[in-house]
């Protein structure tokens, strides 16, 4: 059997055409995490900069499923005071068995406990998170006006503004 030149070619160009197409997937899922925050390790950091002109309230962040009242803590940042920053840093990501929120959970000014989730993780168990949270200003109420923005593993996020209108709070 003799194998012509154009069916040769042809199986290279496809070749090298599957190669390119496997580098760029091999890039886009498992290589992206090391493009978006380089200079934070794998896990989750959490990243608070208060730039409102009074102290903060204790934050507590966490991990959780909607509904499921049993949050992963990833940890706190406690009452910064205006221009400092904070943060946390944990080395591994929580595996489960759902898509996960990021929850931020804090005292207003009535004491009581108001709960906030910004951010939507994918299932697929990224091996770095990274949220950063710019506090501008604080209400009279204790409601925290933030810009937030983030990497859930996938792709960059934000920087959005909280929507106040979606903070809950908890019993």
Not at 29 to 55: A, M, R
Not at 63 to 85: F, H, M, Q, R, W
């Amino acid at each position: 059997m003799v194998i012509k030149k154009s069916t040769i070619l042809i199986g290279t160009i496809f070749f090298v055409l599957f190669l390119v197409i496997g580098i760029l997937i091999f890039y886009k899922f498992w290589l992206k995490e090391d493009t978006y925050y380089p200079e934070y390790e794998d896990g989750i950091t959490v990243k608070v900069i208060n730039q409102s002109h009074v102290e903060l309230p204790d934050l507590q962040f966490s991990l959780g499923t909607i509904g499921d009242p049993n949050y992963k803590k990833i940890g706190s940042v406690k009452g910064l005071n205006a221009n400092e920053l904070g943060e946390i840093h944990v080395p591994k990501t929580f595996n489960g068995p759902n898509d996960l929120s990021f929850y931020i959970q804090y005292r207003d000014t009535n004491n009581k406990l108001a709960l906030d989730a910004p951010l939507y993780i994918p299932g697929a168990h990224p091996k770095k998170i990274v949220v950063v949270l710019t506090i501008k200003e604080v209400t009279d109420s204790g409601i925290l006006i933030y810009e937030y923005e983030a990497f859930d593993g996938w792709d960059k996020i934000g920087p959005y503004p909280n929507d106040i209108n979606y903070i809950d709070y908890e019993d």
